[in-house]
Nanobody, 121 residues
């Protein structure tokens, strides 16, 4: 079974940093992409970043470009989302998801549980 375990959320002040982790199991790591999504209260789930595990190619949403970095540790089958220069508007529940290529939230087939990130002003 494909399993994704997201962790690392918490409370941070604006301008601070957090690193989220998504531990993957149950599938061949290189055959999948891992995407990060977030959902704030009352808002639609949005794509944050995505990485193709086979070659490390990465993609970012406009709201986080230049502040967030997605990378993977193949040995640990874990994808990380390094979040710097956090803003209050980054407050959301963050999810990791997997599928065969990066797509929107309605495309990704496998989801982990969310981890809450709260950025205080």
């Amino acid at each position: 079974d494909v399993q994704l375990q997201a962790s690392g959320g918490g409370l941070v002040q604006a301008g601070g940093s957090l690193r989220l982790s998504c531990a993957a199991s149950g599938f061949t790591f290189d055959d999948y992409v891992i995407g990060w999504f977030r959902q704030a209260p009352g808002k639609e789930r949005e794509g944050v970043a995505c990485i193709r595990n086979s070659d490390g190619a990465s993609y970012y949403g406009d709201a986080v470009k230049g502040r967030f970095t997605v990378y993977s540790d193949k040995a640990k089958k874990t994808v990380y989302l390094q979040m710097n220069s956090l803003k209050p508007e980054d407050t959301a529940v963050y999810y990791c998801a997997a599928d065969d290529h990066c797509g929107g939230y309605n495309y990704m087939g496998y989801w982990g549980q969310g981890t809450l990130v709260t950025v205080s002003s």
